[in-house]
Every structure is written in C-alpha cells, then in structure tokens.
C-alpha cells in the first residue's frame, strides 16, 4: 500500500544548526513533491516545490532534494531560529488533483 | 487580505446535530480541496472541485457529508448527524489548477469542529 513516513521522532536542535527533515515514500510515482510549514492551529503554508526531474531546489536557508530512486525527500534549513520551530509536512502529488501528507515532523530550535 | 478564508473558525455542537462550514478561495483560483486534520496526523485528503464540478471524493467521506461548490466560488461542507469521530480540523485549500502544471495548494486557517 501506498505510505509516507516523515522523521518519526520530533527533532530538538540547538540556535543556529542545520536541522535536517526526512521524507520518504512508498508505492507512489510523484510528479512532485511540496513542503508546508505548519503553526499550531493554523492551516499549512507552503515554502517549496520539487519536481521529480530536480535534484535539488532552494530558497533562502531552505534547501530541498529529491532522489526519486531512494524515494525520499531531504529538507534542510540552515542558520536554524528558535522561529523555525514547527510542523513541517511533505506532500506528494502525482498530478492527479489532490496531494498526499506525511504526519509531519514537529521541530524545536533552542536558543 | 486575498487568501483562503474559512468560517466558522471554531464550531462547538453536540453529536447528531448537523453543521455547515464555509470556504471562500483565492479569487482566480479554479480547484478548492476540503482536508480533515486531527491531532498529530497530516491533512486528510477528502474530495476537491474544478469550478463547480466535484472530481473526486475520499472513502472517509461517508455519506453524512456533502460538499458543494455552486457557480464555482465559495464552498460548503456540511456534516449531518454528527458524531464524535468527526472531531477534526476541517481545512480548505485553493489552488489555480492548470493543467499540466505543478499545483500548489493555498490553505485556509481551519475549522474546529468539537462534537460533545
């Protein structure tokens, strides 16, 4: 069956570390693949975009990489603030319409 | 604010009770998604409309529910007879649905439902 797992454990780093989030998936052929950011009662907001002929995708101190033949998804922020501290959901989408969520990963960045 | 908004923020009933929740996308935007959330999991794909036309519908979406999407604008989702299990966050999301295009999805702040 078709399965996506993020970082089971929440991650805890320390102020101005890269911190690292995982993505990875199962029985699935992604068109490509999106990342949110989601605060506490509030809906998610999209940050970046990835599509399965891309390696590697960049935005400020976000970083994406997608490895179609692993099935998985890195996604990396460097310079990390205790602002960063969220949920972060992956997303797969085949084009079909609708989009797929991972439970996401809940990071903390300690001052 | 041109966003995705969603109204009522938060929604107390007691169970068998019906409810209604509202969506209102991005303006130019064709698609509009409903999701389920609870705590701990990622957004639940429930069903999504192009314009007007209701394209796909989950399995979790039982019978209970209906969605609708008159004139291709706001949306409703209505739950009849609800029951505890549906405790959730409803989300909405737009996005411009071009064909052949990456899609990106435009999410509203939630509904919270709570069926004592």
């Known amino acids: 069956s078709q399965k996506i797992e993020q970082n089971s454990e929440a991650l805890n780093i320390q102020e101005g570390k890269t911190a690292t989030l995982t993505c990875n998936y199962t029985?699935?052929?992604?068109?490509?693949l999106q990342w949110y950011r989601q605060d506490p009662g509030r809906g998610p907001v999209f940050l970046l975009l990835i599509r399965e002929n891309e390696k590697e995708k960049r935005k400020e101190r976000l970083k994406v990489t997608f490895d179609t033949t692993l099935k998985q998804s890195l996604f990396h922020i460097t310079a990390s603030q205790p602002a960063d501290s969220a949920t972060y959901l992956c997303?797969?989408?085949?084009?079909?319409?609708?989009?797929?969520f991972g439970d996401g990963t809940t990071l903390t960045v300690k001052p | 604010d041109t966003g995705v908004s969603q109204n009522p923020r938060h929604k107390i009933t007691k169970r068998g009770q019906n409810v209604t929740f509202r969506c209102d996308p991005i303006?130019?935007?064709?698609?509009l998604y409903w999701y389920r959330q609870t705590l701990g999991q990622g957004p639940e794909f429930l069903t999504y409309f192009q314009n007007e036309a209701q394209l796909e519908k989950s399995r979790l979406l039982s019978d209970r529910f209906s969605a609708e999407r008159p004139k291709g604008s706001f949306s409703t989702l209505e739950i009849q007879r609800t029951e505890q299990g549906d405790s959730a966050m409803y989300l909405c999301?737009?996005?411009?649905?071009?064909?052949?295009?990456?899609?990106?999805?435009?999410f509203g702040p939630g509904t919270r439902l709570t069926v004592l």
């Open positions: 999301a737009s996005s411009k649905g071009l064909a052949g295009s990456t899609d990106t999805q435009y």
């Open positions: 997303a797969l989408d085949t084009n079909a319409g609708k989009s797929t």
């Open positions: 029985n699935y052929s992604p068109a490509y």
């Open positions: 303006s130019e935007h064709n698609r």
